[in-house]
């Protein structure tokens, strides 16, 4: 994946910033499989996307063929789920839950995960939460609710 200079509005600094583009993200989830299959060494980001990628074996078709997954559509008309958006918020999840970023997340994490019996069961309902968020947030216009998003996540465990 690529990475992109950024100017920072407030300093006028040029700060790297990962901005990857969707087919930079296909094609990233596309190698990952690849290297899997061919028991070739992982960055480790890829190694953290192996495991996702592990615990989804109904996506290997479409990781197979990097070109055909840049290309392919993924709407809700079709009612499947994107598969790399689907692999991409595991990977945000898991890294959110590592640093506590939204503070108070990997506690709301491990509730979840205890009530749900699966780190992985759990992702899938917190996947629910970071897209209302993302929703709330692209509706709203304003910065994304951190608060809200754990206040979810704990609801979801309370149930």
Known sequence: MRMRRTVSSKTGENPVMFAPTQHDVRRFFCE?????S???PLTPLEALAAQWIDQHPEYREDLADAEAAVAASYTVEEGRTNPFLHLSMHLSISEQVSIDQPRGIKQAFELLAAKRGSAHDAHHEMMECLGEMIWASQRSGLP?????YIDCVRRRATR
Request: aromatic content about 0%; hydrophobic content about 30%.
């Open 144 to 148: 994304p609710d951190g608060q809200a």
């Open 32 to 36: 990952a499989s690849r290297k899997i």
């Open 38 to 40: 061919a028991r070739e």
